[in-house]
C-alpha cells in the first residue's frame, strides 16, 4: 500500500546515514522536491550512530569531524557550533586555545562541537609506539638501531626503484613506505582489516584513504609546528593533530539532522528495508519497502532515487532489464564487517584523575599490528569526549574486530566475543581482567566495501547506474568506496547538484574521493552559477 498520496515533486531515499540524510537536507533547504528516506535501521545515522549502552555511549569505528572541505565543515556547525571556554573553570581541561571565541559551553549546552587532541599510537613488539611516526630518539631505540637502518635502506630503495606497475595493495605500500617500515606498522593491520594478504588487494585503496600520505611527509610534518588553521587543509587527513567531536558521539548531530529534515516536511521510514526496485526503460519506475512484520510500503513513479544501500543488495532486489555481467558482477561484490566489545572497567588513580581530562591511556585510537591478537583496535571512548561515559570515573573501551558475516569470528557468541575480547585487551596490557564490570557487543555488517570479488567490474556496474536517469548511488556502500562520512556527504550533495542542474553530469558522484581537487573546483563552479 502507498502510505498516502505521494507529493507531486518527490525523492526516495535509501538510507539514513550521513549521505541520505545529507541529500534529504539539502533538497529540502535548495528545492520543492519532498524527500522520503527508508532506513532498515530503528535509529539514524548509519555506521556513523552513536549506540546508547546503559548511558555509555558507543561510537562505531571511531569518526572525526574533520574535513578539508570548507563547506563540509560550515554545513556541519550550522547543527553544532565549536565548543567556547567552559565558564566554571578557566582551568577546565575542555579549554583550548583552538576554541571558539564566543562559542557554546560544553558543560551547559549538549549540542555542541567539542575540540578534541588526537592521539593514536600503533601496539607493535608489545610497545606502543606513537603515530604518526616522529623521528625521535625513542622511536629509533625502540624499534632497534638495526631495524631503523633497513627501514631507511629500503625506503631509499623504494624511491629510486619503484614498483611498476603497481598492482597490489602491497606494491601501493612499498612504494610509499619501503619494503621493512611497510612489514613492520602497515602489513598486519590492513590483513586484519580486509582478511586477505596484501598482495591481494586491489591498490584502489591505498589510493582513496591514504593518496597524500608519505613517510617523507610524515617526518616533515612532525617536524611542522601545528597551525591555528581549523580546516588544518594542508595536512594529510592521516596527520591531522586535532579534530571536531560532538558532545555525545556522532549519532547525536545526525539525529539532529534528522529532526530538523522532518521539520522540513521530509518524511523518514525507520525500520523498513527495501524489497523491489523496478526499472523501466532506463528509469525506476516503482520502489517498495517492508517494514518488520512485512506490511508493504509502495513508491509509484519516483522522480528520483537516491540510494546508499550496499550495491550488492540493490542488485538483488532491482527487476528489470539488467544484463547479467552487470549483475553478477554487483552480486558478487565482497564487504568487510565490523564487530566492537564494549568493555566498562573500574579504574585506578593512576588511569583517572580527573574525569574531564584524558584517562590511561590517553589513545584516541589504539592500532594492534601484533600478528597474534585477532583485536584490529581500541577506542578510549573517553578520549573522544568524557561525555561518552555514564560515570566519568570509569573506563569505556570500544574493542573493534573485522570480520566477514558467516566467519567464525563473526559466528563467536557475543559471550565468546567478550571472553576473548577481555583476554587479549589483558594480553596488551591496557586493563586487567579483575577491572571490567559490565560488557557489550554491537555488531555492523558491510561497514567496509572491499576491492576485491566483483570489484574488478566495478566500472561497468557504474557506467549501467549512470544509464539510468533518475537513480544517484551515493555514500560509501552506493559508490562501493571506502569513503569517510566527509566523502559521503560530498557525494549527495553532487548528486542534488545534478538533480537540480540537468547540465552537470551524474557521473560527478564517482569523482567524489577520487579527483583530490574535484570539490574545490566543482563548488566553486555550482555556486556561481546558483548565485546566477
Known sequence: ????????????????????????????????????????????????????????????????????????????????????????SP?????????????????????????????????????FFAYPLRPTFELFHSLGWGRTLRILRDYLTSRANPITPVLSLEDFF???????????????????????????????????????????????HSLRRQTDDALQAKTETSLIERFHYPKFGPGQLWEA??????????????????SKIQIESNNVTHVAALDKQGNQLDF??????????????????AIGNIPDEVRNSATSLEYRDFLTVGLLCQTNDMQIKNPLERVDPPDNWLYIQEPNVKMGRVQIFNNWSPF?????????????????????????????????????????????????????????????????????????IRAFLNSISNIYPVGRNGAHRYNNQDHSMLSSMAAVDSILNPSIPKSNIWRVNAEQEYHEMTRAAIQSNEDN
Open 257 to 274: 539532522v534528522a529532526e530538523e529534515i522532518l521539520k522540513l516536511g521530509g518524511t523518514i521510514h525507520l525500520n523498513h528495508s527495501i
Open 91 to 127: 582551568d577546565n581541561p575542555l579549554n583550548s586555545p583552538f576554541n571558539c571565541t564566543g562559542g557554546p559551553d560544553p558543560e551547559i549546552q549538549d549540542r555542541v562541537f567539542l575540540v578534541r587532541k588526537r592521539i593514536s599510537r600503533i601496539y607493535f613488539l608489545k610497545q
Open 300 to 317: 509509484p513513479e519516483p522522480d528520483h532515487v537516491i540510494t546508499s544501500m550496499p550495491l550488492k543488495d540493490l542488485f538483488h532486489c
Open 388 to 460: 561518552m561515559v555514564a560515570d566519568p570515573t570509569k573506563l569505556w573501551l570500544g574493542l573493534e574486530y573485522f570480520a566477514t558475516e558467516g566467519d567464525s569470528l563473526w559466528s563467536l557468541s557475543d559471550e565468546e566475543l567478550i571472553k576473548l575480547g577481555t583476554k587479549e585487551i589483558e594480553d596488551i596490557g591496557v586493563v586487567n581482567r579483575l577491572q571490567i564490570e559490565d560488557a557489550t557487543v554491537i555488531r555492523q555488517t558491510k561497514a567496509y566495501p572491499s576491492y576485491a570479488g566483483g570489484y574488478e567490474n566495478i566500472e561497468m
Open 1 to 88: 500500500m502507498c502510505p498516502s498520496p505521494p507529493p507531486k515533486k518527490y525523492a526516495i531515499i535509501i538510507g539514513a546515514g550521513p549521505a541520505g540524510l545529507t541529500a534529504a537536507y539539502e533538497l529540502l533547504t535548495r528545492s520543492d522536491i519532498i524527500p522520503i528516506i527508508i532506513e532498515r535501521d530503528s535509529q539514524v545515522g548509519g555506521i556513523s550512530k552513536t549506540v546508547n549502552y546503559r548511558g555509555n555511549r558507543i561510537d562505531i569505528g571511531g569518526h572525526r569531524f574533520f574535513s578539508k572541505s570548507a563547506q563540509i565543515v560550515t554545513w556541519w556547525e550550522k547543527f553544532f557550533p565549536v565548543q567556547g571556554q567552559v565558564a566554571s
Open 174 to 220: 612499498i612504494n610509499r613506505f619501503g619494503k621493512h617500515l611497510y612489514q613492520t606498522f602497515f602489513k598486519e593491520y590492513t590483513e586484519k582489516l580486509w582478511g586477505v594478504p596484501c598482495n591481494q588487494i586491489k591498490p584502489e585503496w591505498g589510493a582513496q584513504r591514504i593518496k597524500g600520505l608519505s613517510l617523507r611527509k610524515v617526518f616533515l
